[in-house]
């Protein structure tokens, strides 16, 4: 009894080796057979049930509604490991196909997320032209719709919400292009892992793509664990503000305390934000501390932080979204409510102490949610840095927002000797990039430095209209003469350049004494008191040689460096140019 149990237990594993490795036949839609393990094959339920319900024909079960191919796929998908080919060249539509047969298969979720993150990768980052060629659709908008794009709404709106009508003496609708029908479990499935920022866009590609991108957005953002998607606004009462500021629309926090009446709490960061209690909160004179990164501080941080559970400090951007969702009256002498609830069109916040974050609440997240258009803003003169300077310049040039306290229609802007640093200079310079009429820019007598002089100088590389500029007595040394040299190399209008008291020494003089030999319309240039010895002003002789447009050159106050060799040589250069106006 013993030896035969013995040979029973050894033979044991082969039969069960032998059961894994068994092979079934599954006859697909096209006729073709494919041929599978019995394992792989109960991996899919639909199978699974085929072989456990049904008979085989001649030992082959029909499966009359999935292509071979696809079968095939399916089965490599179920793979963790499966690495998707660089070369693979399924079309979009064809991966939503793909994900259409994998359901109906109920195939395991690996090969689900497989096929996710292929449609992902091709999707995600593309704005709504480049996702219209990529699905192969488009064109069914009104005119109204396009003049105000689904894609610039609010990322939690429902389905149901209806975009802009169609006024009614406007062009009919283009036919929509044909695309195949798909399930809408196979449609919503197959943007699973497509981006919010993507999502967004998607809606405006079609009306059918809007309403689907709605649905998984609402879904993603607005859905509670156990309860079904929202279908209209006042069913909101959740919201993931975390998505929502990582797919660059945080202005839509602000939005949701206008818009969503039931909204209850805001989720993101591991935080839950009770919306009631910080409307509740007095958050009043409690302006961060420029020694750390926070919006509050005291009194107003610990009425706001009582608002927030988790575990430790919530972090800075959640914070921000809270005051800019829910926040009431004025917040670190910003007009919080007001700004939210859209009566405000002119904002002056300069010279408040504003440090970044309170900056960030303005310019990313209350400006973008405003209902109506803000004609004017002003940050200059506040605690800003030069990294959180560009990081606003960054959003103001992304979203048409000017912060400078300029307008669009000014063509003088007179900044002299307002104490301006590096940081308000960036802000300037990115306003100059909507100003289509400013003629003269004067910023003399400030501390602007090597990065407002950068900064400046690339706003210059694409204006087309500024004649005159003065950016004398800014410390903007060598490599700020040398950055805006740069520009004058491919500025076609600029006419009149003051850059006195900037020591640039000889090297600026050099760079841009090489740009005058390129530019040809540059008339005045003043470069007094600049420490420039012999050889920068030996670099202008040989530029005056080549620019025969120049009629007026300062470069008074370096004499003793020039030496009168140096003087003498200047002197020569232009002796036989009438009219010509040398200040040495």
Known sequence: ????????????????EAKHEEQIRVRARDGEEVTLSRDAARLM??????????????GIYPLPTIMASTLQMVCKLMDPDYTWPSSDEHSVVQLIQLIEDALYLDAPVVALKHIQRAIASRLNGKRAPELCALIGAGGDFGSAEKHAPPNAEPAFVPEDVEAPQ?????TLSPEPLQQPSFSADAMEAALGLVDVATLAEL??????????????????????????VPTRLDQITDLDVEQLIEAGRPGDAAVAGRMLPGLARLHGYGYVVDVAAVRAADLQNGAGDMRRPSLLHGTAKDALNSCISGEGEPPLELTIAAVACAGSGIVCGIPVQ???????TELDLSNR????????LVVAYLIPAMSVVLKNCNLLKNSLDIKSATMLAKIGAEKGIMLSGMTRDQSLAYFSGQNLGPAD??????????MAVMTTLDLGGNNIGVEGAKAIAEALKVNAVMTTLDLGRNNIGVEGAKAIAEALKVMAVLTTLWLSSNSIGDDGA????????????VTELGLSNNEIGAEGAQAIVEALKVNAVLTKLVISGTGYKIGDAGKQAVRDAVNDRSGFQLYL
Do not use: Y
């Open 203 to 228: 809606k405006g590609v079609t009306r059918s793509w809007r309403a689907l991108a709605q649905r998984v957005l609402c879904s993603r953002l607005c859905r509670r664990d156990g309860q079904p």
């Open 510 to 521: 050099k760079a841009i004494a090489e740009a005058l030999k390129v530019n040809a319309v």
């Open 425 to 434: 200079t960036i802000l300037i310079a990115s306003d100059l990039k909507f």
């Open 166 to 170: 169609q006024p009614a003496s406007s």
């Open 338 to 344: 007001h700004m939210r609830e859209g009566g405000v």
């Open 353 to 360: 102490g504003l440090q970044v974050a309170a900056a960030m």
């Open 1 to 16: 009894m013993r030896a035969s149990s013995a040979e029973e237990t050894e033979e044991a594993p082969t039969a069960k």
């Open 45 to 58: 339920g639909t199978l699974k049930d085929l072989m456990d319900l049904a008979t085989s024909e001649d």
